[in-house]
């Protein structure tokens, strides 16, 4: 985790810069508060950033924000980051494995290209 660049993981940060692409040719409308149309092919999707959710249902069930979420966060001038799952954040990682990730001490470690076999 401490190579990690973004808020979340590697994986996870691939996914959405795809999706914040493909979110680019969308067009999108503030029609309330948090509320925001997305128009888009073939249909057309009403974002809500302040739930997490959207018509698709997509966003709910992987927590992940989808092309159509990212375009609305863009129009909203909102980190993407803020609408992505927690568990997916760095810091719900390393509350996760602090305890579980033990470091060892290689220090005395026999070097594995110089071992021989012996009877």
Same mark, same amino acid.
């Given at each position: 985790m401490?190579?990690?660049? =973004?808020?979340?993981?590697p994986k996870i940060n691939k996914i959405l810069i795809e999706h914040v692409v493909r979110g680019e040719f969308l067009k999108a409308m503030r029609y309330r508060n948090y509320n925001v149309m997305?128009?888009?092919l073939p249909v057309d999707v @009403?974002? =809500?950033?302040? @739930?997490? *959710?959207y018509t !698709?249902? *997509?966003?709910?069930m992987i927590g992940i924000s989808y092309s159509h979420a990212c375009a609305a966060t863009k129009l909203l001038? !909102? =980190?993407i980051y803020t609408y992505v799952e927690e568990s997916y954040l760095k810091s719900s990682q390393e509350k996760?494995?602090? =305890?579980s990730v033990i470091s060892v001490e290689t220090h005395d470690m026999h070097d594995v290209n110089n071992l021989t076999l012996t009877n």
């Open positions: 401490a190579k990690w660049k =973004n808020e979340v993981g997305v128009r888009g @009403c974002v =809500n950033l302040l @739930c997490k *959710e !698709s249902l *997509e966003w709910q001038h !909102s =980190n996760i494995y602090v =305890n």
